[in-house]
């Protein structure tokens, strides 16, 4: 069966980038980068098998579009402190019942695509976020809100940005990806309703120019999770862990 919300943010998708090229105010007023990623995030779900993934890494920026890994975002509002558009962004957060024994017997939950809004506000000593977003592929049919702030600290070819976020997941979020049906519960792993969670992230960027168009960087983070995942069965860990590596050429 055709995934049609995943059509429709396919089609978005080109014309953004469409929308990008057109509107270049010279051939300096975009830039493009290609390069690779390696990641690892410990999730918390009982005897989770987590696993390296290595996958392209893309980010193209203009005064309409900025590509950055598995977010674009579409500028409509783009100034020196404050800027404002519209994001789609792809999550991982899925699972299949043969990523760990204890979930033997549960059906698949999918990733998702999500669309919403992020505004951003520069200051002189931080940059604060939020962002908005909606289950655009329809999985759990759930929202999430997150607030954040972090700042860049520059030392020679090195920067360092430590981050701070607040992030709120809806019960249709947490039920989806952390409940149990009532055909998949066992004596082990009882029935279970999701209820909504508030999570809290603490993270650490670090950049390392190897040449002028080289760019590699380190992110580690930790999230805190709140008791709407926390109680779930499936569940056995109070946080969820990240460590991601990227290797960047700018064109």
Known sequence: MINKPLIRIGILVLG????????????NGSQWGLGATVGLERKPYRDFDDKAQALPFVLHESRWVRLVGPTLDLKLLS????????????????YEADDSPFLAGMAERKSSFWLGGAASWRTSWATLSAEALADASRE???????LGIERRFGAGDFDFT???????????????????????ATAARPFHTGKSSTNVEAGLRMGYSLAPRHKLSLDLNT???GSGIKDSPLVDRSRQDGTRLVYLYLF
């Open 223 to 225: 999230t805190r999770l």
């Open 140 to 146: 759990s049919k759930g929202t999430r809100v997150s």
């Open 162 to 184: 430590p981050r701070l976020a607040v992030h709120r997941v809806d019960d249709k979020y947490v039920d989806y990806y952390y409940g149990v049906r009532t055909g998949e």
């Open 79 to 94: 100034g020196d402190a404050v800027s404002f558009g519209l994001r789609l962004r792809y999550a991982g957060d899925g």
């Open 16 to 27: 953004l980038l469409a929308l990008s090229s057109a509107h270049a105010d010279a051939p």
